[in-house]
Every structure is written in C-alpha cells, then in structure tokens.
C-alpha cells in the first residue's frame, strides 16, 4: 500500500462532472495539486454519502487552498453523476469500475456477508504537485469517516 512519501501510482479513468471525461492523475498535478483522493465504497449508501457530503460543506477551504478534492470508487461515472446530482455535489468524481486505481492504491475490500466484493475501502490520500504523497489514512472499518481536520491540515502543509 503506498504510503506517505510514496510515488503516488499513476491512473486514468473516466471521470464523472456531471457529463463523463476522463482523468490521467499526472495531467492534473501541475494545476490542481495538492489534490485529495478520498476513496469509499459506493455510492448511495449512508457513511458513503455523509463523508462525500462533509467534503462538499468544506470545500470552501480546500478551494482557499488551492486544492482539488476527488471522491473516488468502483461506481460507474453514470451512477456517480447521478451521485453528485442528488446530494449538490460540486466536486468530481473518479470512476474505478475496473479497479484498477483500487488495487494500485491497495485500499480494495470485500463485504462477504453482503456478497459485495472488490469496492474501496474508505480511505484519504493527499498528493502535492510532484505526485508525492504526503498524506495517507486508511480504514478497515467502513463506517470511520476520516478526521477532515486532519485532512484540511495536510493540505495546508504541502498548499
């Protein structure tokens, strides 16, 4: 798993704005960076939507900073879009379907007693604009939000 001071690894994928682009990390580095991976397991479902809705009532802050916040999971881009639309999200965000950005970033996890394999697990990376990640925090319990004050902090010290 890639942890602070890693290489963050590099992706491309369909990215959900409201209409679907496409995203290559690397590309948005020089103009976006820092930018917040905050990574979680799907879409619609409660902690999932409280978590992406906290980024959304603090995306004021991370804007002063200069920084790009990115919701990130396995969820296609229509879902996603949908996702955004019916809780006014403005961020964007990145769709994994093929789990390829899951199993890079190793943050992937089974809900076996749902029969749900392969989502995110919830899971926060902060990477500055020489693609080095500077701050990490991954939970194996899906229902632990990440500390946004801690996040916005590691934002502020690489903004």
Do not use: H
Request: charged share 25%; aromatic share 12%; net charge negative.
């Amino acid at each position: 798993m890639p942890t602070t001071g890693d290489t963050a690894p590099e992706f491309t994928a369909p990215l959900a704005t409201g209409d679907v682009e496409s995203i290559t990390l690397s590309d948005r580095l020089e103009d976006e960076a820092p930018i917040v991976l905050a990574f979680f397991p799907g879409a619609f479902t409660s902690v999932c939507t409280t978590e992406m809705c906290t980024f959304e009532d603090r995306l004021a802050a991370f804007d002063d900073l200069d920084a790009s916040v990115y919701g990130v999971s396995v969820d296609s881009p229509f879902a996603l879009n949908e996702f955004r639309a019916q809780n006014d999200l403005t961020f964007d965000f990145v769709s994994d379907f093929d789990r390829e950005i899951i199993d890079a970033y190793d943050v992937s996890m089974d809900f076996d007693n749902l029969g749900v394999y392969g989502v995110a697990k919830r899971s926060v990376f902060v990477i500055d604009a020489d693609g080095e990640i500077t701050y990490a925090w991954v939970s194996d319990d899906p229902g632990v939000e990440p500390d946004y004050d801690e996040v916005e902090d590691a934002v502020a010290d690489v903004a």
